[in-house]
Every structure is written in structure tokens, then in C-alpha cells.
T-cell receptor, first 113, second 112 residues
Framework: DVKVTQSSRYLVKRTGEKVFLECVQD?????MFWYRQDPGLGLRLIYF???????EKGDIPEGYSVSREKKERFSLILESASTNQTSMYLC????????????FGPGTRLTVL | TQLLEQSPQFLSIQEGENLTVYCNSS?????LQWYRQEPGEGPVLLVT?????EVKKLKRLTFQFGDARKDSSLHITAAQPGDTGLYLC????????????FGKGTLLTVNP
């Protein structure tokens, strides 16, 4: 069965802290994605990766960076957390060339105080 | 940016009723997906449609892709409280074989 896991379901951090969100998939998918989801704004793509060590900016990359050292793991880093980064963060993965079907993790609800 | 517009934004119905939600765009898509997201969880893929005019059924859910591949609909027959959730449509971006653009969703509540 398809499985995407995220390191935390809930996280509370303070302004200025460095925050790491981790995502692991066990499906041998080439593509991995980080989104944030906010009421009224829908799902917005932060970064994605189509191969190990490869990354591309999405629609809202400012204030974020990513790391993909292994195929199964994709990390999202908030260099200096701010209150406007309070959100639901969703990781997804997909197999290259298969109608873009994405499989999502359960999400991390991040609160920055 | 290709825009996917979903309607209605909110829908509250009684158990046993039928409903249809829509996903529209001015762009042509090679494929379109529907996802359901329950509160506090990630979206779950329900179906992918790829052929204009295609109809797919998943138990009480019927998905249709428009003839021109610019729009899609999801019809639920005899809705149940377990159908409650956010229904999202998504489609490939600019011919990309991995990026998706998502609609903002229809939030469905089925009351017992």
C-alpha cells in the first residue's frame, strides 16, 4: 500500500527558530512535493524535487529551503520561522510519467508563536 | 497560471440526498484528478480521468471529464455522513509531467 509519512502531526515553534519538517515515502517515487494549505487559499506549492539532490521552486518558496539527499526522503526547512508560516504543511510524492497522480502524507500542523 | 475553479465552495445536505460538484477551467488538460480530504488529514486520490467524455464510477461516486477536457464533475448518489470532506480537483500544469494545480475545493457536509 502507498505510504507517505511526515515526522510530526503537530508542531509548535517560536519566531526565529529553525524548523525541520521531514517526509518519507516508501513507493520508490521520483517526484516529491511540499505544499502549504491555508483557508481560502487552497494548496500552494512551496518546492518540489524530481530526483535526488534536484529541486525546483514552486509558487511560494520565500522563507523556505529543501533537501533531498536520498530518494525516499524530502525535508522542508524554515530558516527562521515567522508567524505567517503558521499553516498545514503537506508532503506528496508521485511516480514520474503517471498522470501526475500524487500521494499525500497526513500533514503537519505547524504553529509559530 | 492555469486556474481551476470549483463550485460550489460550500455544500451542506442531508443524508440520502444527491449532489454534484464542478471543476472548470479555460485550459485543456491531459488528465484531471479528484481528491477527498478529511479534516486534519492529507488529500486522498479518488480517481484520474484522461479521455474527453470519460465517465468513471467509484461506488456511489460518478466522475465525468468534459468532452473538451476543460471541465469535470463529481456526482454523489445517496450521500452519507462518511462522504463529508473537502473535494479537490487537480490537473497537470502547462504540460508538466509532475506538477499539479489544485482548485480550492468544495467543502461538503452530510448531516445525519
Amino acid at each position: 500500500d502507498v505510504k507517505v509519512t511526515q515526522s510530526s502531526r503537530y508542531l509548535v515553534k517560536r519566531t526565529g527558530e529553525k524548523v525541520f519538517l521531514e517526509c518519507v515515502q516508501d513507493m520508490d517515487h521520483e517526484n516529491m512535493f511540499w505544499y502549504r494549505q491555508d483557508p481560502g487559499l487552497g494548496l500552494r506549492l512551496i518546492y518540489f524535487s524530481y530526483d535526488v539532490k534536484m529541486k525546483e521552486k514552486g509558487d511560494i518558496p520565500e522563507g523556505y529551503s529543501v533537501s533531498r539527499e536520498k530518494k525516499e526522503r524530502f525535508s522542508l526547512i524554515l530558516e527562521s520561522a515567522s508567524t505567517n508560516q503558521t499553516s498545514m504543511y503537506l508532503c506528496a510524492s508521485s511516480l514520474a510519467g503517471v498522470w501526475n497522480e500524487q500521494f499525500f502524507g497526513p500533514g503537519t500542523r505547524l504553529t509559530v508563536l | 497560471t492555469q486556474l481551476l475553479e470549483q463550485s460550489p465552495q460550500f455544500l451542506s445536505i442531508q443524508e440520502g440526498e444527491n449532489l454534484t460538484v464542478y471543476c472548470n477551467s479555460s485550459s485543456v488538460f491531459s488528465s484531471l484528478q479528484w481528491y477527498r480530504q478529511e479534516p486534519g488529514e492529507g488529500p486522498v486520490l479518488l480517481v484520474t480521468v484522461v479521455t474527453g467524455g470519460e465517465v468513471k464510477k467509484l461506488k456511489r461516486l460518478t466522475f465525468q471529464f468534459g468532452d473538451a477536457r476543460k471541465d469535470s464533475s463529481l456526482h454523489i448518489t445517496a450521500a452519507q455522513p462518511g462522504d463529508t470532506g473537502l473535494y479537490l480537483c487537480a490537473a497537470g500544469v502547462g504540460g508538466s509531467n509532475y506538477k499539479l494545480t489544485f482548485g480550492k475545493g468544495t467543502l461538503l457536509t452530510v448531516n445525519p
